[in-house]
């Protein structure tokens, strides 16, 4: 019961980040979202679904997603309605034909729902991703560096601009207040100090699923 749940969720996470994510990514540093070049043709499709990718201000790219999903479920007692999370990491990926990053967009929806004995199920209305939300979020008033969630992610996603994948997965990080996977680079030090293991996993997977 418990993995039904976990699964289901999940798949629900899945679906709503997708719908975020439905058109191609771009770093907020070019207007036409990164699905057309400079003379405004989109990439080529070769009819089964595969996109063979496209230009960008005459660079030729290839484009991926990759994801990561992390979810924990309580159990349902008599008295007590059971909980399910999940959290779900997203990475679009522009390469150009050299494998150096274009343009990366990471963003993450966090949902739970809770259910009872009788497999009544209690989901919200709506999903909103991380970036979504904005100032939202609230990070900001606990952030080390006075920076809201989007912020730092935007901070990160510049960073791997110009770089190779294997260039910023081999980025060395380190553990601060607690948590792991904060990078290190002295680019970041001031802008970036969530931890970026989810969205380093889900950059690979990105790569791995290149067109």
């Known amino acids: 019961m418990k993995q ?15 719908a975020c994510n439905n058109s191609t990514p771009n770093n907020g540093n070019n207007d036409n979202n990164g699905t057309n070049d400079a003379n405004g043709t ?4 070769n009819g089964n679904g595969t996109n063979n990718g496209g230009t960008v201000n005459g660079t030729a790219y290839r484009v991926g ?55 009544n ?12 939300q904005g100032n939202d979020y609230g990070m900001k008033e606990y952030s080390s560096i006075g920076k809201e969630w989007y912020e730092q992610v935007n901070a990160l996603e510049a ?3 110009g770089k190779t994948v294997s260039d910023v997965a081999s980025m060395q ?17 001031s802008s970036c100090t969530i931890s970026c293991d989810q969205f380093i996993d889900a950059l690979k997977k990105a790569e791995m699923n290149v067109k």
């Open 42 to 45: 989109n990439g080529n499709n």
């Open 65 to 119: 997603l990759g994801m990561t999903v992390d979810s924990t479920v309580s159990p349902a007692e008599d008295d007590d309605d059971g909980r399910a999370e999940a959290a779900v990491t997203t990475c679009a990926l522009l390469l150009d034909q050299e494998g150096k990053i274009l343009s990366v967009t990471f963003d993450c929806v966090e949902a739970a729902a809770s259910y009872n004995t009788s497999g």
């Open 121 to 132: 199920v209690t989901w919200p209305g709506t999903y909103k991703s991380k970036k979504e």
């Open 4 to 18: 039904f749940f976990a699964i289901l969720l999940c798949l629900v996470m899945v679906c709503a980040l997708v």
């Open 173 to 189: 990080m380190k553990e601060e207040n607690d948590k792991h996977g904060v990078p290190a680079a002295a680019e970041l030090t």
């Open 159 to 161: 960073y791997c601009t």
